[in-house]
C-alpha cells in the first residue's frame, strides 16, 4: 500500500490505521480536527453551517440535496436537482475521472462509494478497537454523530 500524497509506504491496513488514529496523516487526528470544528461553530452561532454525511446522502439523496439548495438560499425543482444528482454520482464522477486521487504511479484511484465497505478492511477486532477510540474520543459531540451503514 503506497500513498504519495500521506509519505505512507506501510504495506497493511492495520499500520494506516494506526497512523490515521494518532493523526500522521492530513489535518492530524480527525477526531481533533472534527472536535475544533465543533467548538468553533458552537462559539459562533451566528455562522450558517450544514453538515451532511454520505451516508444520510445515501439513504436520501434527493431529500438531502433538497436541504443543502435551501441551506444556499435556492428553490430548485425535482427535475433540476435529480439532474445536479446523476452528475454528481460517484459513479459518473468515477466514470469522468475530473476529481481524482493517485498513487505514487499516477494511477487514479477511486474507493467503491459504497456505505459499509469498511467491512472488508476491518477486522472484529480492528473494528471495536475503532469504535472504543471514536466513542471517547468524540465523547459529548452534538455536531458529528457517525453511522457506518444504512
Not at 438531502?64 to 464522477?93: H, P
Request: glycine share 4%; net charge positive; hydrophobic share 35%.
Amino acid at each position: 500500500m503506497r500513498i504519495k500524497q500521506y509519505n505512507y509506504t506501510g504495506r497493511n491496513f492495520a499500520s494506516h490505521l494506526q497512523r490515521f488514529v494518532d493523526g500522521l496523516i492530513d489535518n492530524n487526528s480527525i477526531f481533533d480536527y472534527l472536535r475544533e470544528w465543533e467548538r468553533c461553530i458552537n462559539a459562533h452561532p451566528d455562522l450558517n453551517i450544514c453538515i451532511l454525511s454520505y451516508e444520510d446522502l445515501q439513504e436520501n439523496t434527493l431529500a438531502e440535496v433538497k436541504r443543502l439548495s435551501k441551506f444556499l438560499g435556492k428553490d430548485y425543482d425535482d427535475e433540476f436537482l435529480q439532474a445536479v444528482i446523476k452528475a454528481t454520482s460517484f459513479d459518473n464522477m468515477k466514470k469522468e475521472k475530473k476529481h481524482s486521487f493517485t498513487d505514487d504511479k499516477g494511477t487514479i484511484m477511486f474507493r467503491k462509494g459504497k456505505v459499509g465497505d469498511w467491512k472488508n478492511y476491518f477486522t472484529v477486532a480492528q473494528s471495536e478497537w475503532f469504535d472504543h477510540i471514536t466513542r471517547s474520543r468524540m465523547l459529548g459531540s452534538k455536531l458529528f454523530n457517525f453511522r457506518y451503514d444504512l
